[in-house]
């Protein structure tokens, strides 16, 4: 399926991690308009999604740090990939984030969930075919508008959207030659959730493409970097389109990730 930037692209920017929900039901005719959506967005072969409404409170564990347990949500989706598949980590990233920003659209609160949760629990429930492992999960509902004071201690609430500035995370062409695209495209990229807050991505700059690639090659949180760049790899994505531009992705060998490029 097309992917519909249209309302992709204010999610961007719209989307917070939630971890505390109200514990209603999503209302039957939002949860079918959702379930749909989850089975049609399959962007690449080797991942798909599961809906998970059954047995959550054995899927989430107690969170460490600032991170404090999921609580009250009544449904999950668990991201699924084939482990033969080389590129299925940023496959994950970029299919759960659109999946995530689906949900945004739909006034649905979300939270990656990549580390700190029961993989054997959500792979059983959603019952995986062989050689599929599940490689995160989010928590799906409604989520108070406003955010309490628990939630804010447990996630850090506004430390976690602070980023670091494109300077820093661009190299090759000068900046004084980015297309407007490019530069709508690096704004989203910049500002995409990584684990933690990491952001773990780098962008280097040629003639019509942006090559992804991370800092470096040691994961942390017991998640891949990958994942959070093919998380970015769908925000390019959606503001390129945004912007008018379309353009196709070619996986690349770590530690390079990706390149879009014009077509």
Not at 104 to 119: D, E
Not at 156 to 175: A, C, N
Not at 193 to 202: E, I, K, L, Y
Request: positive net charge; charged residues 25%.
């Amino acid at each position: 399926m097309d992917i519909p930037y249209p309302r992709w692209y204010p999610a961007i920017s719209a989307r917070r991690s939630r971890r505390l929900f109200d514990s209603n039901p999503i209302p039957p005719d939002i949860l079918e308009k959702f379930t749909a959506f989850c089975s049609k967005f399959q962007p690449f072969d080797g991942v798909r999604t599961a809906i998970i409404t059954d047995s959550l409170g054995t899927v989430f564990k107690g969170l460490i740090g600032h991170y404090g347990k999921i609580k009250g949500a009544p449904a999950a989706v668990v991201f699924i990939g084939d482990m033969g598949d080389a590129n299925v980590l940023e496959k994950i990233g970029y299919m759960g984030e659109g999946i995530i920003l689906e949900a945004t659209y739909l006034g649905l609160g979300t939270c990656w969930v990549g580390g700190f949760f029961k993989p054997e629990v959500a792979a059983s429930i959603a019952r995986i075919r062989k050689q599929e492992r599940v490689f995160a999960v989010t928590p799906v509902g409604f989520a108070p508008e406003k955010v309490s004071l628990e939630e804010k201690i447990m996630t850090s609430f506004g430390r976690t959207h602070k980023r670091k500035p494109l300077h820093e995370l661009v190299t090759g062409m000068d900046e004084t030659r980015w297309p407007e695209w490019m530069k709508t495209a690096l704004e989203a990229a910049r500002i995409a959730p990584s684990a933690v807050n990491r952001q773990p991505w780098r962008f280097h700059i040629e003639n019509n493409s942006i090559t992804i690639l991370v800092d470096n090659l040691k994961d942390t949180y017991s998640i891949s970097k990958r994942i959070d760049c093919g998380i970015a790899m769908l925000h390019i994505e959606i503001a390129s389109l945004y912007s008018g531009i379309k353009g196709e992705w070619q996986f690349l060998n770590a530690p390079e990730v990706a390149r879009f490029k014009v077509m």
